[in-house]
């Protein structure tokens, strides 16, 4: 079981180029989450899917699209990317909405310059 | 609107010693839960202790206790007998619960532990 996998770790973009950010789990799991955590602000969530077919704006949507691919996988696209969006990225997942635990991502660390 | 709040940026404690983090929230709701989580350096976001509102016993996880009171809106994390691998940063966390909920979770802005040998 390798959990939640986020690919890539690392990446550094231009201001205005794009990118997808990927995200899948093989816990069967339901629900599934993608955060950004910045210093002093703790994690903030952009997008959610509560189930597959159905995905919804989160906290801080702007600037992000995302795609629930199948009940595995839920990427997260910045279509021009501006230094605003320096961050870590957190992709989660859980069972269901109302399940106890949510499972994290290693994290994708995006610098925009 | 929910609002999760820490206000020790950091903190420190020594090796072996007992410790608390501060956590205090603002809602509305009576049905939620509330959760610390470990981020060590390796940025891993890891569930150390969760508490049920609707429970009055306080939850407890091995050297891991938290004090909930829920009129005071108040949910501190105590480390006992802290090691060096308890080194990290602490996110409280709240999740609505029951009808609306959709999972997602509200942190906190984090508490950074350093444990000195």
């Known amino acids: 079981n390798a959990g939640v996998t986020q690919t890539p770790k690392f990446q550094v973009l231009k201001t205005g180029q794009s990118m997808t950010l990927q995200c899948a789990q093989d816990?069967?799991?339901?629900?599934m989450y993608w955060y950004r955590q910045d210093p002093g602000m703790g994690l903030r969530l952009i997008y959610y899917s509560a189930s597959e077919g159905t995905t919804d704006k989160g906290e801080v949507p702007n600037g992000y699209n995302v795609s629930r691919l199948n009940k595995r996988e839920f990427s997260l696209r910045l279509e021009s990317a501006a230094p605003s969006q320096t961050s870590v990225y957190f992709c989660a997942s859980s069972l269901t909405p109302s399940y106890n635990e949510q499972f994290f991502g290693p994290g994708t660390r995006l610098t925009v310059l | 609107a929910q609002t999760v709040t820490q206000s020790q940026p950091e903190m420190s404690v020594q090796e072996a010693e007992t410790v608390t983090l501060s956590c205090t929230y603002d809602?509305?709701?009576?049905?939620?839960?509330l959760f610390w989580y470990k981020q060590p350096p390796s940025r891993q976001m890891i569930l150390v202790i969760r508490q049920e509102a609707y429970k009055q016993q306080n939850a407890t996880e091995n050297r891991f206790s938290v004090n909930f009171q829920k009129a005071a809106k108040s949910f501190s994390l105590k480390i006992s007998d802290s090691q060096l691998g308890d080194a990290a940063m602490y996110f409280c966390a709240y999740r609505r619960h029951g009808s609306g909920n959709t999972g997602k979770l509200i942190f906190g802005q984090g508490t950074t532990l350093q444990v000195k040998p």
């Open positions: 809602t509305s709701e009576s049905d939620y839960y």
């Open positions: 816990m069967n799991h339901n629900s």
